[in-house]
C-alpha cells in the first residue's frame, strides 16, 4: 500500500492511542466500537453528508468478527478501506486511502466536552454569607466564617431561670446583702 507521505507506522499509533483512550485495562492491539467512531469524528472522517456515524458503526459491525466487540489493527485498516471511497467520492480507492490516511495519521484523542470547572461568579455569588437570610444567616459569624455547632443546634439555657424572668443573675447579689 502506497500511502505517499504517511505511513502504516504513523497510522498505527493513532490506532493505539485511540485504542487505549478510556480504558485503563485497554493493551492498545484491540479497539472497541465507540473508540473507532471517535477516531472517526475527532479525525474529520465523519464529515456529516458523506460518511455519518451510522455509516461508522455499520462498518465497524462488517469488519468485526461475529461474536467479537473489538477490531484489530488488520480490520481497522479493512474498515478504513470501506470508508474511503465514500469519504473522497471520485477519486480512486488508493487516492482516497492516501487521503484518509492522512486525516488520521498524527492525531490524538480529544477532549471535547469535558466537564469543567463552574463559573466563579456563580460560585461566588451562591456561597457569599453576607446574602444569606433566615435561620442560614444565624449560622455564620459577621466574617462569614461558620458557627459550626453553635450555628445549627438551638442550646438550652441550663442556667435555671425562667425563660422570660427579667432578673436573671441577681440571686447572688440579694443573697449576699441579707
Known amino acids: 500500500m ?15 492511542k485511540f485504542a487505549i483512550h478510556g480504558d485503563t485495562k485497554a493493551t492498545g492491539k484491540e479497539m472497541n466500537g465507540k473508540n473507532f467512531a471517535k477516531v472517526c469524528k475527532d479525525c474529520h472522517v465523519i464529515d456529516g453528508k458523506n460518511v455519518t456515524a451510522t455509516d461508522v458503526d455499520i462498518v465497524f459491525s ?36 492516501t487521503h484518509l490516511h492522512g486525516l488520521i495519521a498524527g492525531k490524538e484523542p480529544a477532549n471535547m466536552g469535558v466537564t469543567r470547572v463552574a463559573k466563579a461568579s456563580a460560585v461566588d455569588r ?53
Open 2 to 16: 502506497a500511502e505517499g507521505s504517511v505511513s502504516v507506522a504513523e497510522v498505527e499509533a493513532c490506532f493505539k
Open 62 to 97: 462488517k469488519v468485526k468478527a461475529k461474536s467479537a466487540r473489538v477490531i484489530t489493527f488488520e480490520q481497522f485498516n479493512q474498515a478504513l478501506r470501506e470508508l474511503a471511497p465514500k469519504r473522497f467520492k471520485g477519486k480512486s480507492q488508493e487516492e482516497a486511502m
Open 126 to 178: 451562591l456561597t457569599d454569607t453576607t446574602k444569606y437570610t433566615g435561620s442560614h444567616k444565624e449560622r455564620f459569624d459577621e466574617s462569614g466564617k461558620g458557627k459550626g455547632k453553635v450555628g445549627r443546634v438551638d442550646l438550652p439555657d441550663t442556667s435555671g431561670y425562667v425563660g422570660s424572668y427579667k432578673g436573671q443573675g441577681t440571686y447572688d447579689d440579694k443573697v449576699k446583702e441579707a
